[in-house]
């Protein structure tokens, strides 16, 4: 099963606005679209970090503490994660409670799922939040924004002489995933763990049709796609007629990526607002919904594209990271032999679309001992060794190089995991806004929207106008000017 972080149930506003798009869309003159939107995108840079500057001798209060006053202390540390992760992290926390030079004790307690941790601490009252949790960026930033007292700022933890990190392992970090979590000159966390967003392409049926260089434009993407959905209405098979090519995914990372693929840039930094009505999204929505209309990519009815993956109904599929042991796990269950991988996305400008997100660990704003006491440990989990036992659990994407370094056993008996990491010092991050907790959800009712049968091509832009249009409505964000 794939690791169920799974976010919020998505907000059916398209419910209540569907029914008028389908009626209307049709009698409606397709207006001009909007000017393509200066902004840029989420700036990611593969440059290595600053270090940090030493502490000053005048430590804020929250650090006034010796080590003496953390013993006998128990902290709670509140996560996403079921299965082989939590059973790592449940190791983890043991480990530490049996080792710590400190005498304090960490208590870890499962959410079960990225989406119902942020109800629980949504339903919290202040006194009964956790120590330490672990969650997206945008989590962070929402809590922030709403109660900018609820997270410990953590700049100061990462200075101290004695407490912080060191230059050499802050730049240890992936550089877009260190600079992720800060917020103005506030540090609300640090990363623990990523996943990715990418394609799996079977590499032998594609040589067989063939191609046998992976696409990295999205004309080259439809053109293998299209050639393996007519291979399979052409055999003698007649059970996999309709199937071949993509499988259509709408999820809110897979659109994003393919928003990527096109240039678009949706989301305006500077005014922390979002936009979508542009050329650029126009002409990704439209390459997506063309490859349904021409049958080059079909809706699936099984919830995981795996099994269809392994019998060949699917060239490519849109998938994470962590799916590769799934994937190498239903290839030996049936006995396939085809190789495959995982490829990023493909662009217009051939450069490789690589979006990871996923969990951060931050510090709840409680007393000087338990932030203190919360914040060792979150060091202590992100040592390199720490790092790569909870990265081989996840069969995520490893935050730091040593954890990398570590996980090179593990890379040699899984390639195509291996494979993923290729990509890591181009890989980009999804929206550092507060608002993409919500946004996402919009996006998807779009995504599926734009790819219903009663809404024709040229319908795509008012849809993403519609796209625009409820985003304030439903965030209180301000709109794209």
Same mark, same amino acid.
């Given at each position: ?5 799974? =976010? @919020? ?9 569907? *029914?008028? *798009? ?109 120590? *330490? ?5 945008? =989590? ?69 049709? &063939? ?38 995914e709408t999820g809110s990372g897979t659109l994003w990526s393919w928003l990527r693929s096109f240039g678009a ?40 594209? =795996? ?11 849109? &998938? ?102 290729? =990509? ?10 507060? &608002? ?10 779009? &995504? ?29 964000? @301000?709109?794209?000017?």
């Amino acid at each position: 099963m794939r690791n169920p972080c799974f =976010y @919020p149930s998505r907000m059916r506003v398209w419910q209540i606005v569907s *029914l008028f *798009l389908l009626i209307s869309l049709s009698a409606c003159q397709v207006i001009g679209l909007d000017a393509p939107s200066a902004a840029t995108a989420t700036p990611v840079s593969t440059r290595t970090p600053k270090p940090l500057p030493t502490a000053t001798a005048t430590l804020p209060p929250d650090l006034r503490v010796s080590n003496s006053d953390l013993k006998g202390l128990q902290i709670r540390f509140l996560h996403p994660w079921i299965g082989d992760t939590a059973e790592t992290i449940d190791l983890l926390v043991d480990t530490f409670n049996r080792s710590n030079e400190w005498g304090f004790k960490v208590k870890a307690q499962s959410a079960g799922g990225t989406g119902a941790l942020y109800q629980q601490m949504e339903s919290m009252d202040v006194g009964d939040l956790p120590n *330490l949790v672990a969650a997206p960026n945008e =989590y962070l930033l929402s809590w922030h924004q709403s109660n900018p007292e609820m997270l410990a700022d953590l700049t100061s933890y990462v200075q101290h002489s004695e407490w912080g990190l060191t230059g050499e392992q802050i730049s240890d970090f992936l550089p877009a995933f260190w600079q992720q979590d800060v917020s103005g000159d506030v540090r609300l966390g640090v990363p623990l763990l990523r996943d990715a967003n990418l394609l799996f392409y079977n590499l032998t049926w594609a040589a067989e049709l &063939g191609y046998h260089q992976p696409p990295t434009t999205p004309d080259e993407f439809r053109a293998q796609a299209c050639a393996a959905a007519v291979a399979n209405r052409s055999d003698r098979t007649i059970s996999n007629d309709g199937t071949g090519g993509w499988i259509v995914e709408t999820g809110s990372g897979t659109l994003w990526s393919w928003l990527r693929s096109f240039g678009a840039t949706p989301y305006i930094p500077e005014t922390a607002s979002y936009q979508f009505s542009t050329t650029q999204s126009e002409a990704a929505f439209s390459f997506l919904r063309t490859l349904v209309d021409d049958d080059c990519a079909w809706k699936s009815r099984l919830a995981t594209p =795996y099994d269809y993956f392994a019998n060949r109904q699917a060239l490519f599929y849109s &998938g994470m990271l962590e799916d590769t042991l799934i994937q190498a796990h239903t290839m030996d269950r049936l006995k396939i032999e085809d190789q495959w991988t995982v490829i990023p996305y493909p662009s217009t400008d051939g450069s490789p679309v690589v979006v990871a997100g996923g969990p951060s660990l931050a510090v709840i704003h409680t007393t000087p001992e338990e932030q203190l006491a919360a914040w060792l440990f979150a060091r202590w989990l992100l040592a390199p060794e720490h790092l790569a036992e909870l990265t081989e659990s996840a069969s995520g994407l490893p935050v730091t190089q040593s954890a990398i370094n570590d996980l090179q056993v593990f890379g040699g008996q899984r390639p195509q995991w291996r494979a993923g990491l290729t =990509y890591r010092e181009q890989v980009q991050t999804p929206p550092a806004n507060a &608002g993409w907790r919500s946004v996402r959800s919009l996006l998807e009712d779009a &995504g599926y929207q734009a790819l219903l049968p009663s809404v024709k091509l040229e319908q795509i832009p008012d849809v993403l106008r519609m796209l625009d249009g409820m985003i304030p409505e439903v965030e209180g964000t @301000p709109p794209a000017s």
